[in-house]
Antibody
Framework: EMQLVESGGGLFQPGGSLRLSCAASGFTFSNYWMYWVRHAPGEGLLWVSRISNDGNTASYADSVRGRFTISRDNANNTLYLQMSSLRAEDTAVFHC???????????WGRGTLVTVSS | QSALTQPPSASGSPGQSVAISCTGTSSDVGAYDFVSWYQHHPGKAPKLIIYEVTKRPSGVPDRFSGSKSGNTASLTVSGLQTEDEADYYCSSYAGSNNVIFGGGTKLTVL
């Protein structure tokens, strides 16, 4: 069964750092671009970062550029999001998602909640 | 780009049909046939139910259908069932490797 499982969320202080992980299984992870998608309370979805299948190309939403870093370990089928200089507005459920050409996401994880509060 | 516009809520009785709209611009929905729809039961993983405007992934019931006219895409759920009660999000390719989402529609089955 194809699956994405996120971990690493929790309660963090403003200005702090954390690393999210997304464990992939059931498919050839290294074949796909991967995204992190944020779902803030009461808001819609927003992609925050994406990475190419080989890890050589990464992009970020304006709201996180310079603070978040996406990476992947294809040998261990894991996607990461290093989050630093946390702000209250980063509070959200973060989903990892598998991207397909045409800009859709055919596999999602259930997400991990990041709460930024003092 | 701004988020796509969806109604915050929609409802229907079991067996009825309901349509959810997703309005964008000529730079996203109107420019590309790359609109997708996701069903999200809170606490679970979002599920792709429509991609490339009208296509259904394997396993998605044909009660779910998608369409597009101009800058507005629509998801129609026919023969509503209680398990269809969920949040629904649209998204569209917006050029330059950018994807934007709608704000979501909460579908209630009365």
């Amino acid at each position: 069964e194809m699956q994405l499982v996120e971990s690493g969320g929790g309660l963090f202080q403003p200005g702090g750092s954390l690393r999210l992980s997304c464990a992939a299984s059931g498919f050839t992870f290294s074949n796909y671009w991967m995204y992190w998608v944020r779902h803030a309370p009461g808001e819609g979805l927003l992609w925050v970062s994406r990475i190419s299948n080989d890890g050589n190309t990464a992009s970020y939403a304006d709201s996180v550029r310079g603070r978040f870093t996406i990476s992947r370990d294809n040998a261990n089928n894991t996607l990461y999001l290093q989050m630093s200089s946390l702000r209250a507005e980063d509070t959200a459920v973060f989903h990892c998602a598998r991207a397909r050409s045409g800009g859709y996401f055919d596999l999602w994880g259930r997400g991990t909640l990041v709460t930024v509060s003092s | 780009q701004s988020a796509l516009t969806q109604p915050p809520s929609a409802s229907g009785s079991p067996g009825q049909s309901v349509a959810i709209s997703c309005t964008g611009t000529s730079s996203d929905v109107g420019a590309y046939d790359f609109v997708s729809w996701y069903q999200h039961h809170p606490g679970k993983a979002p599920k792709l139910i429509i991609y490339e405007v009208t296509k259904r992934p394997s396993g998605v019931p044909d009660r779910f259908s998608g369409s597009k006219s101009g800058n507005t895409a629509s998801l129609t759920v026919s023969g509503l069932q209680t398990e269809d009660e969920a949040d629904y999000y649209c998204s569209s390719y917006a050029g330059s490797n950018n994807v934007i989402f709608g704000g979501g529609t909460k579908l209630t089955v009365l």
